[in-house]
């Protein structure tokens, strides 16, 4: 006999104590294939019955601040929770408590979708949960990256020769445009050497009155201060007065400040004016200026020929942002910004740590040269899904019934002789104020209309914002998600006039 067996049968061994492999949550596992399934499905469910009825939620909620804060408690569990409990907890909580930017009575700032194509895109995205800073850490992303951005410029029927990168926002892709125009401004060196304790013009940025204020932070983000922005004057139409723009760079450079970029805006914030980008591009060429233009809400309208000419003279700017999550359909977030100058915005962000070399050296793009993100998401999956999901026509189909129901609207406030619009209307954005024939002043036109805006979005119906137009209170009505029909915009109306029969009644 085999002397180990001898040996075995002789003194059998002591069995290790047993304990429980480790399985689950609790030992840190991940949830298995099939608790996975059968909660994707009722969350699936849940997406597509909140798409079937958003009306059954009110678009802004009644909430206070602190409201869902007072309900939850201080710390995370100790231990697992069942995870049907947490998708509870998600519906009885979470959607009260929203505002509901996918109801088709939103009509505040630039209304938006989260189209059915992009939610299922931002569910891939999660599950690859590719970081894309390096080709080689996400190749399928820098790809799609690239082409992605390739399909945008030509629908927005700009020429080739432009890189894009996709980024969260507009905000960024602005601070991002503008710190290449800072490293264009190559006899300065201040990518290496700063702007600090040396002797330096100061650099100044252009852009109009109505410019968004991402401008602004850009500005003072990349040190040039607050008083590194000069806001120009704009003409009635709330458009950058070109002439007023080339006196002002011609001061400045006889003061001995240096012109930095200049940034028009096509479809500005408040009132969607398009500056004139021709004159400006001229203007920014005749003084070696770069130009960067804000697209970030106006750009997808330009997908429809009879709106190209919004892009007139942009061919000739140096960057350009245009937003899909703001009037393309893409959910939050998805900011592209243009240059054709891609070896300029780079250098502007140049570091080249040895832990982030890879083989494939120069001969690949690595999105994270081209800002100041290292870790970057796969935010081309749901573009690509979505211009894919409605193709070119049905963009262009859901683009200009949202400008024709604007138009409809502008026709109503334009009919009424107690409303005025108090601008045009180029795209799908209607400013506007009550102002009966015997007009009060200002101050108390300004409340009534805050009354009436209060008033509607009490209503839980429908959301609408306001802003200031030269000084003058104005409601805004902005078109732009999927779900909303005529019947949205007619009862929008209808509230906004029930609202102001009652002021005028009282
Ligand atoms: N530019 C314009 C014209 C905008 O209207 C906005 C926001 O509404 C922005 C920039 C900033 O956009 P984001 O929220 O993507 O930073």
Known sequence: ?????????????????????????????????????????????????????????????????????????DASPAEPEPFDRVLDDFERLIPPATTHWNHPGFMAYFATTGSGPGILAELLTAALNAQAMLWRTGPAATELEQAMTGWLLRLMGLP???????????STSTLYALAAARESLADLDITDSGMAGRALPPLRVYCSAEAHSSVDRAVMTL?????????????PELR??????????????????????????????????????????????????????????????????????????CDRADSLVVNPHKWLFVPMDCSVLYTRHPAVLRRAFAVSPEYLKTPEGDTVRNLSDAGLALGRRFRALKLWFVLRYFGQSG??????EHLRLATLFASWVDADPDFERLAPSPFSVVVFRWRPT??????????????????????GEVFLSHTKLGGRYGIRLAVGNLRTEERHVRRAWELIRGAADRLAAD
């Open 223 to 235: 040190g040039l201060g607050r008083a590194g922005v000069r806001r120009i004057r704009t003409d």
């Open 240 to 313: 950058m007065d070109p002439h007023a723009l080339e006196t002002a760079i011609g001061d400045d450079s006889a003061a001995g400040i240096r012109p930095m970029a200049v940034v028009a805006t096509t479809g500005t914030t408040s009132s969607t004016a398009i500056d004139p980008v021709p004159a400006i591009a001229r203007i920014c060429k005749d003084h070696d200026v770069w130009l960067h233009v804000d697209a970030a809400y106006g750009g997808p309208a330009a997908i429809l020929p009879e709106m190209r000419y919004i892009m007139d003279g």
């Open 1 to 73: 006999m085999n002397r180990n067996v001898a040996e075995a049968e002789a003194d059998p061994p002591i069995e290790p104590e047993a304990s429980p492999a480790p399985a689950g949550p609790a030992a840190g596992k991940d949830m298995s294939p099939a608790e996975f399934r059968q909660f994707g499905h009722r969350l699936i469910e849940w997406v597509a019955g909140f798409l079937e009825e958003p009306e059954s939620w009110r678009v802004l909620p009644d909430v206070r601040p602190g409201d869902l804060l007072a309900g939850l408690p």
């Open 395 to 400: 963009i262009r189909a859901a683009l200009r």
């Open 160 to 170: 080739p020769g432009w890189e894009g990168t996709i980024n969260d926002t507009a």
């Open 438 to 459: 015997q007009g009060p002043e200002e101050a108390v036109l300004e409340r009534a209309n805050a009354r009436i805006l209060e008033h509607v979005n009490a209503s």
